[in-house]
């Protein structure tokens, strides 16, 4: 399964439970899932976003095994605190970053975050909590190195937003071939369209999904 789901999943919460409970009653596919596979807690890390996006850049298109050797020899480039500032990896710059095994194209990312950061361009947790996900969605990709994927990673995985399906997501599109027995997987407008019918829970729906295509053998981050 993505690791990021599995990193995310916990003991069950009365409303994560809800949010099963009532998509199973509107899709009879998601009522098979739920029973078989129980309740599920989205448990997000609410990072400061600068913070995230740079853990979201470093994991993209690598193992977690390998991206957290690297996130900690980023974090060690900078001793005595638990993650550095926007300026302080400005003021080290892509020749120091490239010491922790960040590759050029990353740097280049990660300097360009920050950079957005120091211009008050990144929104803060604050900020976050005020801005709808299309807003949010917006603001981020904004950033080179920062797509759609990432940025719906964030909405879900960091703020634990409720109504996401990231619909470009192989492991989601796998996970409702699955579970809606399809032979072919759906396309990202296919999906879009059939899941408008599970808002405003379509975060737990992609869980769901994830889970199908793992249990399904990774027929389905």
């Known amino acids: 399964m993505n690791e990021i ?28 899932l739920v029973q078989r596979i129980g309740p599920l807690e989205l448990k997000p890390r609410h990072l400061p976003p600068f913070q ?9 298109q690598l193992s977690g095994r390998v991206a957290n050797v690297i996130l900690h020899r980023f974090r060690a480039l900078f001793p005595g605190q638990e993650f550095p500032s926007p300026a302080e990896v400005l003021s080290a710059g892509p ?52 797509g759609r994927w990432t940025a719906e990673m964030f909405l879900i995985f960091n703020l634990g937003r409720p109504d996401v399906l990231p619909v470009h997501d192989l492991g989601v599109r796998r996970g409702f071939a ?26 737990t729906a992609a869980l769901y999904l994830w889970r199908a295509a793992d249990s399904n053998g990774g027929v389905g981050w």
């Open 178 to 203: 699955v579970a809606f027995r399809k032979h072919i997987l759906p396309s990202p407008k296919q999906l879009a369209r059939v899941g408008a019918a599970w808002a405003p829970y379509r975060t």
């Open 95 to 146: 020749a120091t970053l490239r010491k922790a095994g960040i590759s050029g194209v990353k740097c280049s990312y990660i300097i360009g975050i920050a950079e957005q950061a120091v211009s008050g361009n990144v929104p803060s947790l604050s900020e976050c909590a005020k801005l709808s996900d299309a807003e949010i969605i917006s603001r981020l990709t904004l950033f080179k190195g920062v």
């Open 52 to 60: 995230a996006l740079v853990h979201a850049v470093i994991f993209q």
């Open 5 to 32: 789901v599995t990193k995310h999943m916990g003991k069950v919460s009365p409303v994560n439970e809800e949010s099963a409970t009532r998509l199973a009653a509107v899709e009879p596919a998601f009522r098979a």
